[in-house]
Nanobody
Framework: QVQLVESGGGLVQAGGSLRLSCAAS????????MGWFRQAPGKEREFVAA????????YYTEPVKGRFTISRDNAKNTVHLQMNSLKPEDTAVYYC?????????????????????WGKGTLVTVSS
């Protein structure tokens, strides 16, 4: 089993920044993807960003490109999501997730069904 614990959510004004963190513990894998999904009220959970742990390749959904940056801390088994230029439409519960597939994807764009482990989520609220 893998345990994922998110932190860093909160309330911010439009145009502001937040940094989310997700610490992983438990079982380890040699090749996997670790990243973030979000779910706004009344909407489906959607992919935001991910990093392939083996080589650090990064993937983003189009609406956050240029504003969000995913990074990792190998020593701490932690992934971060730096969110800048936040917009009210970024308001959602953000979930950390792990996909244990060993497959290399040049264009990784998972659905929530692809993920094997989930954190409990952290709320991000962006006021206008």
């Amino acid at each position: 089993q893998v345990q994922l614990v998110e932190s860093g959510g909160g309330l911010v004004q439009a145009g502001g920044s937040l940094r989310l963190s997700c610490a992983a513990s438990g079982r380890t894998f040699s090749r996997y993807y670790m990243g973030w999904f979000r779910q706004a009220p009344g909407k489906e959970r959607e992919f935001v960003a991910a990093i392939r742990w083996s080589d650090g390749s990064r993937y983003y959904t189009e609406p956050v490109k240029g504003r969000f940056t995913i990074s990792r801390d190998n020593a701490k088994n932690t992934v971060h999501l730096q969110m800048n230029s936040l917009k009210p439409e970024d308001t959602a519960v953000y979930y950390c997730a792990v996909d244990t597939t060993p497959v290399y994807y040049s264009n990784y764009n998972p659905s929530s069904f692809d993920m094997d482990y989930w954190g409990k989520g952290t709320l991000v609220t962006v006021s206008s």
